[in-house]
């Protein structure tokens, strides 16, 4: 602490140890709360004071005053005066040194006045004037001691085999009324305490125990009476328990509920915006295609016109000529006119190119507009009922109930949502690297297996085999085409590519096709159910409905299928170090499609990188 002079002084200094000394011998002692933090009842560390005037520690006000951060309030623990904004605190250096001092020199410090009885307190029977707490009652001395007045009772030998008790202010009630004596016996015909006298005079006779046995008795009824109550205080906590969790449940499904439903709408406002971005994509990517097809056919066209112009020009001049025999010379190069190699294949269209495009998403909009209308009522319904059928929440509530709804509804809308989709073709691949981006790992379903194919190399591989194999009877299996199916059904767009060898059936199917028989709609190509391309060693012809079409293009043991589900395009293409398209499908899918092989000797799905 510095003096008016700045000279450096200690407490004891300030003070002096003999003013110290007669602040004691005065009874002028300074109270430790006086030095303590209000927050922590310590003596302070680093104190500091803050606007109001209060001290406290500089960590116990500053970790107080974080946990305001939030509201940008601050308030004193005392007064509860606010600040704003926040104080800067600084160090009180007189009370530091004055809460070091007190620690180092130990200034008296008011004794408390724990050691004297109050009025809910038992007190010493031997204490004069003002009355400490007793410690110990005894059942003997019929009397109660504070910890200095007990002592003879641990000293002297007359008093060392009383029974020592905790303080009790009932010692009196330990007394025959009558006699004056202490009770020792219990009278179990009349059910009371009673005292050798007693005994002697209107208890003769009577079915008398010492107290002490009665108490053993009592106390093995009182042990009893306990463990029922412990029983039924463990059931009662039991069933409490049971309440709170399912409180817990029905909160926690509430708001698994709600953030569920959150999520959707972000998901739902997600989806739409992509769909949003993605029929924009495709329309200007198609836009473009169809313009550059337009001008490439213009370009053409032109050329053409220019071509026919000379072709013209030189008949004219011909038809000019006087000279007769120059004329029947010329006449067979320049008489004979090609037709047209453009303009004949030109197909008028009508000016409306995605109109329909317009209307569909329209209809998107109104379709989603009416299931959200019906969702939510659904939900709400849903929602009343799960809480009305539970009033007395007896039966836990089923929580997931609500989010079923919720995600139907949001799967329908979802759906109706990618229908543009089918409106657009999506570009195909042109090079067999852009197929590989959509390549599966197909594997064939072994129940579907006709009992002459052995299935190998983890169901991707059939050979035909001499004798049938030894498979389970399945409703899905072929019984009469050597046919296969996939084991899992394709949709949005799928590449797969197939070594074959003999004849063979490459097939996309719904899963419904007929399977029992040799019936000719059993086999893939020959019902309106499955789309198949036929391969031998001389020709390739495409197979639908029973129709064939042939196909040309080079041969190739490996044949490469590309699916675009959703856009409703099914090509196949001859794979060696090039891809050659061999025939395309435009075609709608209702159904999700299966991989389909039909094997004469063995058919292989390859696996690709």
């Known amino acids: ?62 970790t107080r005053w974080n946990t305001e951060d939030e509201e940008k309030v601050y308030s004193c623990p005392q007064c509860r005066q606010t600040f704003t904004p926040r104080p800067v605190l600084g160090k009180n250096t007189m009370l530091a040194v004055l ?10 410090v008011a004794p408390a006045d724990h050691c004297y009885a109050g009025p809910e307190d038992v007190a010493c029977d031997v204490c004069t004037g003002r009355k400490r707490k007793a410690c110990k009652s005894c059942l003997q001395c019929l009397a109660s001691y504070c910890e200095e007045d007990l002592q003879p009772h641990f000293e002297a030998a007359p008093f060392k085999k009383h029974k020592l008790v905790e303080p009790s202010t009932k010692l009196q009630e330990n007394v025959c009324s009558r006699h004056d004596e202490v009770m020792k016996i219990f009278c179990r015909t009349d059910q009371q305490s009673i005292c050798y006298l007693c005994l002697m005079d209107e208890h003769k006779g009577h079915d008398t125990v010492t107290a002490a046995a009665q108490r053993i008795e009592r106390q093995r009824e009182l042990e009893g009476s306990r463990l029922n109550i412990q029983q039924r205080i463990q059931d009662s906590e039991k069933d409490v328990k049971l309440l709170q969790q399912e409180a817990e449940a029905i909160n926690g499904s509430a708001d698994k509920a709600v953030e569920y439903s959150e999520e959707m709408v972000t998901e739902m406002i997600r989806i739409m915006l992509k769909k949003g971005s993605d029929v924009k994509r495709q329309i200007r990517s198609q836009q473009e295609t169809e313009v550059s097809r337009v001008k490439e056919l213009q370009e053409k066209l032109e050329q053409e016109i220019t071509d026919l112009k000379r072709r013209d020009a030189e008949l004219q001049k011909l038809a000019h000529t006087e000279d007769h025999n120059q004329f029947l010379q010329d006449y067979p190069s320049l008489s004979g006119l090609s037709g047209s190699t453009h303009s004949s294949r030109i197909k008028t269209r009508p000016l409306r190119y995605f109109e329909d495009v317009t209307a569909a998403v329209s209809g998107v909009r109104d379709i989603l507009q009416d299931v959200l209308r019906e969702g939510w009522t659904n939900i709400s319904q849903t929602g009343t009922d799960v809480l009305l059928s539970n009033p007395e929440l007896k039966q836990e509530p089923e929580p997931k109930t609500i989010e079923k709804v919720q995600r139907e509804k949001w799967q329908r809308i979802s759906q109706t949502a990618t229908e543009v989709d089918n409106l657009l073709s999506r570009p195909e691949p042109t090079t067999r690297a852009g197929f590989l981006k959509y390549s599966r790992l197909i594997t064939l379903d072994p129940n579907t297996a006709h009992t002459m194919l052995l299935l190998s190399d983890g169901n991707r591989k059939a050979t035909v085999m001499d004798q049938h194999e030894s498979y389970s009877s399945h409703p899905d299996r072929f019984t009469g085409w050597w046919q296969v199916l996939s084991k899992g059904s394709l949709t949005g767009r799928s590449y797969w590519e197939v070594d074959w060898s003999g004849r063979i ?34 020709s390739y012809n495409f197979w639908y409905n029973n129709v064939r079409t042939p196909v040309s293009g080079p041969w190739s043991s490996r044949v490469g299928v590309y699916l675009d589900h959703r856009a409703g395009i099914l090509s196949f293409y ?8 061999l025939h395309r499908v435009q075609a709608t899918f209702a159904q999700p499609l299966h991989a389909g092989l039909y094997v004469t000797d063995k058919a292989e799905l390859c696996k690709l990188k």
């Not at 407490?11 to 303590?36: C, P």
């Not at 001859?574 to 398209?581: A, G, K």
């Open 1 to 62: 602490m510095l003096c008016r002079s700045g000279i450096k002084h200690s407490t004891k200094q300030i003070f002096g140890s003999e003013t110290q000394t007669v602040m004691a011998q005065k009874g002028v002692q300074l109270d430790q709360g006086t030095f303590s933090c209000p927050i922590c009842l310590d003596l302070l560390k680093d104190p500091v004071t803050v606007p109001c005037g209060h001290s406290y520690c500089l960590t116990c006000i500053e």
């Open 99 to 108: 809460a070091e001092e007190m620690k180092k020199t130990e200034l008296p």
């Open 505 to 538: 059936f490459i097939a996309v199917t719904y899963k419904n096709i007929s399977r029992a028989g040799s019936a000719i709609e059993c086999g893939f190509g020959h019902n309106d159910k499955s789309w198949a391309l036929y391969c031998d060693n001389n």
């Open 574 to 581: 001859s794979v060696s170090e090039t891809m050659t398209l």
